[in-house]
């Protein structure tokens, strides 16, 4: 029978703590404005390769998915329009589960490897809480290639695709708490399928991060009941000549599991779960769409590739069908989510919490945000309120006014710059430099 949760609140204390280091160096902030938590379940979402101008909501693109579960969720919650990944996918998921940048984690590209040293969200929620939470990924791992680094890591339950992709998205190895088998079910079925009853088999609040690997490469076409594509062609051809609908439909097919998987929990659960659905980078380049373009899309650190989408409803989330522009970091997620599990914290390594954005559209907000790459040694951006500077691996600079040039269309480096630019791109070189020590 289905856990009903019973919630009921609690007064966190603080204990006041004198704070004179930066975070940088790993040390806890706590919050000094406490609030009355309840224990909530966290459903954390991620899409693979999916980027705002493939999102509903977004102005970005102009061929939309067709994606009601959530719409629903984008009409009762927050759409944030400043959210920073990393360009590929593995260094956003170590910036989420360690509360770090790449430079501190180590974890810069695809193929790195995480160290189980590190503590993870789900440890770190599990140690401060009193083992209050089960948590659980499901879905897409691409943090290591040990079959048992996810249940070393603190994850009391791992089930999902180890690395990064598939050949097949129907013939696939699938790992479940450190055995592997060949699964021939659609991975976003039986991602679901997996998430669903690990839910119903919890008798405590849960974090349950979901990580579909569709609409990731190879581009294919989604069974025919999870999407509006309608019939296309399979063959290989016919995909390569026109990929967008097959894009198109894997995404579609991933909203529809999410709503067999928010329909499937009782009233009492929904009411108390709070959801994040999240792209991990950009739209790769054989589907991204104006004013992006193919060399701005997955793999760079321009607004294509490092700006993504974030939705955040239920639990929580007292403003209803708004929009915020507050800069924030994949990273600041470690944070808010220990923080919606009752931790009284503000900040932890490279990780700022924005709970408080969640209700409060006033709350303090990060000054800058930052982001890198691996790239014949490493590019970083790094941004403000109106200004993106880019340090390329090979010495070459740009600088946007990202206000009124929000798609990167002007370098204003080799341009007589203004004294506000130039005042701003000392700030930001300034705090890129310590960020990076």
């Not at 329009?81 to 956003?92: A, E, I, K, R």
């Not at 989604?222 to 198109?248: C, E, K, R, V």
Request: with cysteine; charged share 15%.
């Amino acid at each position: 029978m289905r856990f009903k949760i019973i919630f009921f609140f609690i007064t966190i204390s603080l204990l006041f703590l004198s704070c004179s280091s930066s975070t940088e160096t790993g040390e806890i902030i706590v919050d000094p404005d406490p609030v009355i938590l309840s224990n909530p379940n966290i459903l954390l979402i991620i899409a693979d390769d999916m980027g705002k101008d493939a999102t509903p909501n977004y102005p970005e693109g102009i061929i939309k998915p067709t994606m009601p579960t959530l719409q629903s969720l984008i009409s009762t919650g927050i759409t944030f329009d400043n959210l920073w990944s990393y360009s590929v996918c593995t260094p956003t998921r170590a910036s989420i589960i360690t509360g770090k940048y790449g430079v501190k984690s180590g974890v810069l590209e695809v193929g790195d490897q995480i160290s189980t040293a590190e503590t993870s969200i789900q440890e770190y929620i599990d140690a401060n809480t009193g083992n209050e939470y089960a948590t659980a990924i499901v879905g897409k791992w691409h943090l290591s290639n040990n079959i048992s680094d996810p249940q070393t890591m603190g994850i009391d339950y791992y089930a999902g695709l180890l690395n990064g992709g598939v050949q097949s998205y129907t013939n696939w190895n699938l790992v479940e708490n450190g055995q592997s088998n060949v699964s021939t079910d659609y991975t976003t079925t039986k991602f679901t399928d997996l998430a669903i009853d690990w839910v119903d088999n919890q008798t405590k609040p849960w974090f349950l991060w979901l990580a579909y690997n569709a609409p990731h490469t190879p581009f294919h076409l989604a069974p025919t009941n999870l999407h509006t594509q309608g019939n296309l062609p399979t063959d290989q051809a016919s995909i390569d000549a026109n990929p967008t609908p097959y894009f198109l439909s894997a995404v579609e097919a991933m909203d529809s599991e999410i709503g067999r998987l928010l329909n499937s929990l009782t009233p009492v659960e929904i009411e108390n779960t709070i959801i994040i659905f999240i792209g991990d980078n950009g739209t790769p380049g054989q589907v991204v769409q104006s004013p992006y373009n193919r060399l701005r899309a997955k793999g760079s650190i321009y607004q294509g590739g490092v700006n993504v989408p974030m939705v955040i409803s239920g639990f929580g989330v007292n403003r209803i069908g708004e929009r915020e522009s507050a800069l924030i970091h994949t990273a600041d997620l470690f944070a808010t989510i220990a923080k919606i599990s009752g931790i009284s914290i503000q900040e932890i390594n490279n990780s700022i919490s924005f709970y408080d954005l969640l209700s409060n559209s006033n709350a303090n907000q990060r000054e800058f945000v930052y982001t890198e790459k691996s790239d014949n040694g490493i590019s970083y951006t790094i941004r403000n309120s109106t200004y993106k500077l880019i340090k390329n691996s090979d010495g070459s600079e740009e600088l946007y006014n990202i206000i009124t040039d929000a798609y990167e269309t002007n370098n204003l480096i080799g341009t007589i710059l203004s004294n506000d630019a130039s005042a701003n791109k000392l700030a930001l070189e300034i705090e890129a430099d310590i960020i990076r020590m």
